[in-house]
């Protein structure tokens, strides 16, 4: 990097610490303990209070709901390096995301990467500044680590495509307003090769949803039944029947997200959260040796996973990250969260098994506990990562 | 600062890697072992070392060095470790070099640096006197006699404590085993009178010597630093000496996995490559996972020196803890999966095994380096 750079970086750096000073609400420098506390856009959505608004829309304004997006679609316009910078400037003073969006992780980026201008232009700027609100149709009840075995046909009839079939596991579909979709639009051609991505606006005639009942009480995800759906064949992304290669880029992306849930360094250590309940010693160490030394255990794991993502991020601007590497860090990042949440149990004790009462904010820790289990099944289960690093990174033969 | 390495980085691992890998393969190290060489190392490769700018890369440029950072010297470290080359460049050009740098005044860098830097000198710290790492433990007594101190006391595990032309030794001169207080560091001639000194031939043929001083007269001028307060030097010397061995066990465990997964594409068994057993593949891939993780973490630690020594405990302390349960556990896995033929003295797998087994140990080992970061973390 040449010293104007760094130069103008450091200016960068200056201004967006003054403005985030400026125009981040207080109210939003608090971890998001809820739900509620995330913002997820689209059309019938409130927002849970005036700060998470005023937040909201000063970052849209700005672009930077999505940072590194262009500026045509709505983005910021930053570089890789300025992009950084504000990450580790919203996270010094603990600021929230402004929104939170499938639109954003997942479907944004392959629509930068696939679409065409038609698309980018219609459904980009709509995601930036929160307006709808996206989920995805990957996984069928017969197709979830073989995901190219699904089944869901979509058949031509002149213009459009009529799309039969169903979808399991689609997060929070009773909510969005668009779904992205792997749709089978030549059943003949060997498994990988007869898919295509189509998108499609939820409220068309014969989409229902039916939401699940997880373990933890909630309904994150949802069944998704798709009976005669016609949907124009401009909305397929992509090339027809090379929809796989757009759900693989995709899916780098999603894996990317998932892993990042085990990296949550801000807000207290994990041990004093565990000293609230467990007690320290007269030393100020924590009150249950085994205990403690899982935790800084964990604490090492942590923060070297987080090295590796700031690494990650950084091979992937100097042209040398392997296309495959989001699966190493899904699989880490997930296996990682589980252990923090198992500690979390651990140290809440018996205060941490409330799982309907205001003290336990109707168990968020017990609740949010079993929902971690989730994370190294969905979007590619740590078997199927460890496979795809033994494949395609190490190299190893065989299927 | 990005945590990949920039193109002159590069360049020099590559010149590192040329140069180790031709004249310092695994080899070298069996037959240094095998003819009980009594250097323990070749003096013929330390001067071209020296000739490479090697010896003296932290060393500043005004006393005949490179005067490259941390994050370079991790990278000669991390060729090191691959070959598992016996070289005097731990002990002298990264921990010795960084003492006298960092806590000597003008006469004592301007002897002792350039000596450093042409190779015709050899130094070593002196700390641990127990079976584990525990510097505030230091015992080794330094009581005040005319101008200068007697030092009495013992030290082990001593990196080329017997080729050493001075020790830099963790001395207590007021307080007790455990304080901060009262710690100082001297330099000491391997040669005064009341030093005796034993070569302990180690389980990973490194070189190694307990030390024992019984009244030694040093002068006052053999204070490196300040007297009672060189708990803080020690720190960053530590801390920059575990730096440097995280990175030569990043280079360890990278190249016994990389010779693991090389066998699980040849070794046939039950008519398959075993590569092709999911059970191994997992396995690799794991291992795969966590070196790529500690590696990231080594450079962050090292980059943390180079920013600021007094503020990167933590840092180290996690490359430190990672390193040596990623190599612990990618040795184990490379004997593992050789079968029979690793566990034979005539493969080279188990000379990485012994090697991992003392740079866990050397400046503290996974569980030292855990309990830094839970007590830095205040619980």
């Not at chain 1, 219609?122 to 149709?137: D, F, M, N, S, V």
């Not at chain 2, 188990?350 to 569980?367: I, P, Q, S, T, W």
């Amino acid at each position: 990097m040449s010293v104007t750079e760094n130069v103008d970086l450091e200016q960068f750096r200056n201004e967006t610490r003054a403005w985030l000073e400026a125009n981040c609400p207080p109210e939003m420098r608090k971890p998001a303990t809820s739900d509620a506390d995330v913002f997820w856009g689209g059309r019938n959505t409130k927002f849970a209070s005036e700060p998470q608004r005023i937040w909201f829309e000063r970052m849209r304004d700005k672009g930077w709901t999505v940072p590194d997006w262009p500026r045509e679609y709505g983005g910021g316009g930053l570089s890789a390096a300025e992009h950084k910078v504000l990450r580790a400037e919203m996270a010094k003073i603990g600021a929230r995301p402004p929104l939170s969006s499938f639109g954003i992780w997942m479907l944004g980026p392959a629509l930068l990467k696939y679409g065409n201008d038609a698309q980018k232009k219609e459904h980009l700027p709509k995601i930036a500044a929160g307006l709808i609100r996206w989920c995805q149709g990957y996984s069928e009840p017969n197709a979830g680590s073989d995901l190219a075995s699904l089944q869901t046909r979509a058949e031509s009839d002149g213009d459009d495509f009529v799309i039969t079939g169903s979808k399991i596991w689609t997060s929070y579909a009773n909510y969005a307003d668009w779904i992205f979709c792997l749709v089978r639009t030549d059943s003949a051609a060997k498994k990988h090769d007869g898919i295509s991505f189509i998108l499609f606006d939820m409220t068309s005639k014969g989409v229902t949803t039916k939401p699940i009942l997880l373990i933890s009480g909630y309904s994150p995800f949802c069944e998704t039944f798709f009976d005669g759906v016609r949907v124009p064949k401009s909305h397929v992304v992509g090339t027809v029947n090379r929809g796989w290669d757009v759900a693989k880029y995709l899916l780098q992306h999603e894996r990317a997200m998932i892993s990042g849930m085990g990296e949550r360094g801000v807000g207290r250590p994990l041990g004093q959260i565990a000293a609230d309940s467990v007690g320290s010693d007269a030393q100020g160490k924590l009150d249950d040796s085994m205990l403690r030394g899982r935790i800084a255990s964990f604490d090492v794991d942590e923060a070297a996973l987080a090295a590796c993502a700031e690494r990650a991020v950084d091979l992937a601007k100097a042209g040398q990250a392997h296309p495959a590497f989001s699966s190493a860090m899904k699989y880490y990042g997930t296996e990682l969260n589980k252990r923090r949440y198992e500690i979390l149990m651990s140290a809440g004790g018996v205060d941490a098994l409330e799982w309907e009462s205001e003290r336990s904010r109707q168990g968020a820790r017990p609740r949010a506990w079993l929902r971690t289990k989730a994370n190294s099944i969905e979007g590619g289960t740590t078997e199927v990562m460890l496979g795809i690093v033994a494949k395609r990174i190490l190299d190893l033969p065989g299927a | 600062m990005a945590l990949v390495l920039t193109e002159e980085q590069s360049m020099l691992r590559d010149s590192a890697r040329g140069l180790i890998s031709d004249k310092a393969p695994v080899s070298h190290l069996r037959s240094l072992r095998d003819s009980k060489d009594p250097t323990g190392f070749s003096k013929e490769l330390w001067h071209s070392f020296a000739e490479m700018g090697f010896a003296g890369l932290l060393v500043p440029e005004e006393f005949g060095g490179s005067g490259l950072g941390f994050m370079e010297a991790g990278v000669v470290m991390e060729e090191i470790g691959r070959t598992l080359m016996p070289s005097p460049f731990l002990a002298t050009s990264v921990v010795a070099a960084s003492a006298l740098n960092r806590g000597g005044n003008a006469a004592q860098k301007s002897e002792y640096l350039p000596k450093i830097s042409n190779g015709s000198l050899l130094a070593t710290l002196a700390v641990d006197e127990g079976a584990k790492h525990r510097p505030l433990q230091t015992n080794l007594q330094a009581v005040r006699a005319g101008n200068g101190f007697k030092l009495s006391g013992a030290k082990a595990l001593v990196v080329d404590g017997h080729v050493a032309d001075l020790f830099i030794a963790a001395a207590r001169t007021s307080g007790s085993a455990g304080e901060r207080e009262g710690l100082t560091l001297f330099l000491v001639n391997p040669q005064a009178k009341g030093v005796s000194i034993e070569r302990t031939i180690m389980v990973d043929a490194h070189n190694a010597a307990r030390i024992e001083l019984a009244n030694v007269e040093v002068n006052a001028d053999s204070v490196l630093g300040e007297v009672d307060q060189g708990a803080a030097l020690l720190d960053g010397v530590l801390d920059i000496g575990r730096g440097a061995v995280a990175a030569e066990m990043v280079g360890l465990s990278e190249e016994v996995f990389n010779r693991t997964v090389e066998h699980l594409k040849n070794r046939k068994q039950f008519g398959k490559l075993i590569g092709e057993f999911q059970a191994l593949q997992h396995r690799a891939a794991e291992l795969y996972v966590d070196i790529e993780i500690t590696r990231a973490a080594t450079m962050k630690a090292l980059q943390a020196l180079d920013t600021d020594v007094a503020k990167a405990a933590s840092s180290v302390a996690v490359a430190k803890a990672r390193a040596g349960t990623t190599a612990t556990r990618a040795v184990q896995e490379g004997v593992q999966m050789h079968g029979g033929m690793g566990m034979t003295d005539q493969f080279d797998i188990g000379f990485f095994m012994k090697r991992a087994r003392v740079c866990e140990e050397l400046f503290g080992d996974a569980n030292y380096h855990t309990e830094q970061l839970a007590r830095a973390r205040g619980y």
